[in-house]
């Protein structure tokens, strides 16, 4: 583990300066949070949907960026990536016909009054 | 031939248990069919029954070495419950006796049930009630006895209550059902004691260990195993406390009233003590029970049955009376009287009520006798027949009730002299009360708008042979020996004590006198004696209030504490559960405060259980690397 206490001013300018797998990671950990933020607080259901995507493309570029810094170079990564890629598209479909059945039915597409499931 | 019969005695009472599913449920709606098929399986057990009287009287078999065959009925562990059949004299007196008057009832029903549309079920209910009874005769063990026993009880119930749409007959169905049931339940506490005990149920085994238990271990404990085997016969044998639902039973058809009073229902309780006899004869305390309240019970029936005035109610407690009899014979050591007096009394007591039959139904279901009056010259062969019944049951000398009833008073007068003057009192009692039945009903002037006429020739027959059989059946077994057929012990001699017999018979005499100068000469006004006897009379009439006082108590004990108990039930055992079911409620409320339908709350908290896991995982790596294998 990195013991970030004991971190000099140094250490940081250099790590700032040369992009690496960390940075990599950040960019997917923020990227992700934000999703995740979006996920819970907003109350339109195509926000909702848009955040799930945020998410799933975090975790894409984590595959990417663990692949390319692996020793052994293929492309296992990238083939991840993609397919999780495809299965986000067909699952942004499904999700908006459900939320266009939900309108129909409802007539609004507010998550919070989805409570049927309510005990 | 007898010896098929004997080796083949489980069909005797199998036939007409056969008849009974056939008509249950094939032919209940078609009444010829029905009654055929149910006189001719119990016609061929009266031949089986035949066979085999045949071959115990010429065979080898005597009370002390009877004929046992048994198989296993059902085995737990190391209790093992057998099934089979028991032949010894006293079963095969029995096995005729049931079949004769069973035979004999089911001829009569053929008339009496003529116009009646349920006389398919009639049939059907018969044929079950003489199986049960036979069943209940050739029983191995107590177990058998018992289930049988059962059955002859639910079989009255049926047949009690056999209108149903009548209140007054469900009403006496279910008082003789549960009259009996609290006999049965002494006796079932007996039972499973003497199944403790001895670990045996088996007549022949509980014979030889009974005396040996006696002998180590004293009478105290199985003096209170034969008091609760007792109990069983003072319910359906309508001894004293339980009598009340013997009276009643006349609520159904009258020949099914010849068959309970007779033949099939009451005797049983004699017939088990009879058959326990090994135990109850080693117990002097339970003897002497046995004796007063089979004494107690002759003459406190008799005293009621003298101010009755419904046909059927006078032959009822004239029955209660006569199995006080049996019941005193039993406990006076006298095995042999008992039997013969139930015998006798069977084929007597079927005549006489299958005679009331005859003149309730001749007399368009009027049963007060003070109604009746005259029948002699309407109803010549009844009346005959009627006559018989009564000197028979009174102990006129040749005829069947002398010799029986001489035989009980000559075992009582050696035993115990107050029991001898209550069995004396009772004789002259009921010569009394059969006299001004039949002088009341049958002589004196006819009716003006009596409509009583004779009847049919299939309730005629059945008359004339019990008639017979109650004028020779006594003769028969006193001339060939019936005291060195059916004992216990030692061979009972016969021999008439003239003493006993001629003062009994003059009493009769005397009693018969006395009835027919106050109810036939009417030198004494009934009205005026009843007045002169004031108190006496009115609790005779009123059955000295056994059955308001059974009321008082239920009304008292049974519903108050009935009122105590559903207290208790709807507020302790009730509130317990649903104070539980509420508990639960509450508990649940909790979690159902969570499970609110918002996804988005879900998420949250699905978030954080995966930063908590992600966090153990990061402080803790280095043991899951180590649970992993230390592949890495």
């Known amino acids: ?119 | 031939m007898s010896e098929f019969a004997l080796t083949h005695a489980w069909l005797i009472p199998l036939l007409p248990a056969l008849a009974f599913v056939v008509i249950g449920f094939f032919t209940r709606l078609d009444k010829s069919i029905s009654a055929k098929i149910a006189i001719s399986m119990i016609s061929v057990s009266f031949l089986l029954a035949l066979g085999v009287l045949a071959a115990v009287i010429s065979g080898p078999i005597t009370m002390d070495n009877p004929l046992i065959q048994k198989v296993l009925w059902a085995k737990m562990g190391t209790l093992e419950l057998s099934m089979g059949v028991l032949v010894d004299p006293m079963t095969a007196m029995m096995l005729i006796v049931v079949t004769t008057v069973a035979l004999l009832v089911q001829i009569y029903s053929v008339g009496y049930m003529e116009h009646d549309p349920g006389a398919g079920r009639f049939f059907a209910f018969l044929s079950l009630f003489a199986s049960s009874m036979l069943g209940l005769v050739i029983s191995v063990n107590f177990l058998q006895m018992y289930a049988f026993w059962e059955l002859v009880g639910v079989c009255s119930y049926l047949l009690i209550g056999f209108y149903y749409y009548k209140i007054s007959a469900r009403e006496a169905a279910k008082k003789a059902f549960i009259t009996t049931r609290i006999g049965d339940f002494g006796m079932l506490l007996g039972i499973l004691l003497l199944q403790i005990t001895f670990g045996t149920l088996d007549f022949m085994e509980l014979k030889e260990l009974v005396p040996a238990y006696i002998w180590i271990s004293g009478t105290g404990f199985m003096t209170v195993v034969g008091l609760l085997l007792f109990i069983g016969p003072i319910g359906k044998s309508g001894q004293f406390p339980l009598h009340v639902w013997l009276p009643d039973a006349m609520e159904g058809p009258t020949p099914v009233s010849a068959l309970i009073h007779a033949a099939t229902m009451v005797v049983a309780g004699v017939y088990l003590v009879g058959r326990a006899y090994f135990i109850f004869s080693a117990l002097p305390a339970v003897m002497t029970v046995i004796a007063w309240i089979g004494g107690f019970t002759a003459f406190f029936a008799a005293t009621i049955a003298i101010t009755q005035r419904p046909f059927k109610r006078i032959l009822a407690y004239s029955t209660i009376s006569q199995l006080g009899y049996m019941m005193l014979a039993l406990g006076v050591g006298s095995l042999t009287a008992s039997m013969f007096h139930l015998m006798t009394h069977a084929f007597f007591k079927a005549l006489l009520f299958l005679c009331a039959g005859a003149v309730i139904e001749a007399m368009n279901e009027e049963a007060d006798i003070f109604k009746m009056g005259g029948l002699r010259h309407r109803m010549p062969t009844t009346f005959k027949c009627m006559a018989v019944g009564v000197l028979a049951i009174a102990g006129v000398p040749p005829f069947a009730g002398f010799f029986s009833k001489d035989m009980i008073l000559a075992a009582a007068a050696e035993v115990s002299m107050p029991l001898y003057l209550l069995a004396a009192a009772t004789a002259f009692l009921t010569a009394f009360y059969m006299a001004r039945l039949l002088f009341v009903a049958f002589f004196g002037e006819v009716r003006e708008d009596c409509p009583a006429h004779e009847t049919n020739s299939y309730m005629r027959m059945p008359l004339v042979v019990l008639a017979v059989l109650a004028v020779v059946s006594g003769a028969w077994g006193h001339f060939a020996g019936f005291g060195e057929w059916v004992y216990f012990g030692a061979v009972q001699e016969e021999h008439i004590d003239f003493m006993i017999a001629g003062s009994s018979v003059l009493l009769t005499l005397i009693a018969f006198a006395l009835a027919y100068e106050i109810y036939v000469a009417k030198r004494f006004s009934a009205h005026l004696l009843a007045q002169r006897f004031g108190i006496l009379y009115t609790l005779s009439y009123n059955k000295y209030y056994v059955d308001e006082f059974y009321t008082i108590v239920r009304n008292t004990f049974v519903d108050k504490l009935g009122a105590v108990l559903y207290w208790f039930d709807l507020h302790v055992v009730d509130g317990v559960v649903n104070g539980l079911a509420k508990g639960v409620g509450c508990l649940s409320c909790v979690f159902t405060a969570l499970q609110n339908g918002q996804a988005q709350r879900y998420v949250a908290v699905f978030y954080c259980g995966v930063i908590v896991l992600v966090a153990y995982s990061v402080f803790c790596a280095v043991r899951i690397l180590n649970l992993l294998g230390g592949a890495f």
């Open chain 1, 1 to 119: 583990m990195i013991d970030i206490f004991s971190l000099s001013v140094m250490d940081i300018v250099n790590w700032s300066l040369h992009v690496g797998l960390a940075h990599f990671l950040l960019l997917a950990a923020v990227l992700f949070s934000i999703g995740l933020y979006g996920l819970l607080t907003k109350k339109g259901i195509i926000s909702t949907l848009m955040c799930v995507e945020l998410m799933l493309n975090a975790a894409n570029i984590n595959l990417v960026a663990f692949n390319h810094y692996r020793p052994f170079q293929d492309f296992s990564g990238q083939l991840m990536a993609i397919f999780s890629v495809a299965v986000a598209a067909s699952e942004v479909a499904v999700g908006i016909a459900l939320a266009f059945r939900i309108y129909r039915e409802h007539g609004s597409i507010h998550v919070d009054e989805l409570n049927n499931m309510k005990g």
